[in-house]
């Protein structure tokens, strides 16, 4: 394993053993709404980047709109985004997932890094909104 990928796992670990989600700073309200997201997808009147950060298996099943899959491993060696501006919103397998790869983002230098969440987030908002229309 790389220097930078220990101290990153290293540094990761503490971090989430300790903070909740919501401290980490990668949270904002509006892009951890599902339905917020949504209007972003539609409208694409700002810069920014959606991360699959799950496995290219379960990116293939099913993933948001618009997402790059670019797995939680391999982050370092797959930017998603050359411009470290741009708005990073990442998501994963679970919450804590999200965190962990948009701390990795954040470490390798984009300013803009939020973690939706779970992919299940979305897919409740689909089922949700289905049934309301």
């Not at 930017?79 to 397998?93: H, K, W």
Request: with cysteine.
């Amino acid at each position: 394993m790389s220097t930078a990928i220990a101290r990153i796992s290293k540094r990761l670990s503490s971090v989430f053993k300790k903070k909740e989600y919501l401290e980490t700073g990668f949270s904002d309200e509006r892009y951890t709404d599902p339905g917020f997201l949504n209007e972003l997808i539609e409208t694409n009147n700002i810069d920014y980047c959606l991360v699959d950060s799950r496995d290219i298996q379960d990116y293939k099943k099913g993933h948001i709109k618009t997402a790059k899959n670019v797995p939680y491993y391999s982050i370092e060696g797959n930017l998603p985004s050359e411009n470290l501006f741009t708005l990073m919103i990442v998501y994963g397998y679970t919450k804590r997932s999200s965190i962990k790869a948009a701390e990795v983002l954040y470490e390798l230098g984009y300013f803009n890094v939020i973690a939706f969440g779970a992919y299940s987030k979305w897919t409740d908002y689909l089922e949700l909104y289905k049934t309301e229309n």
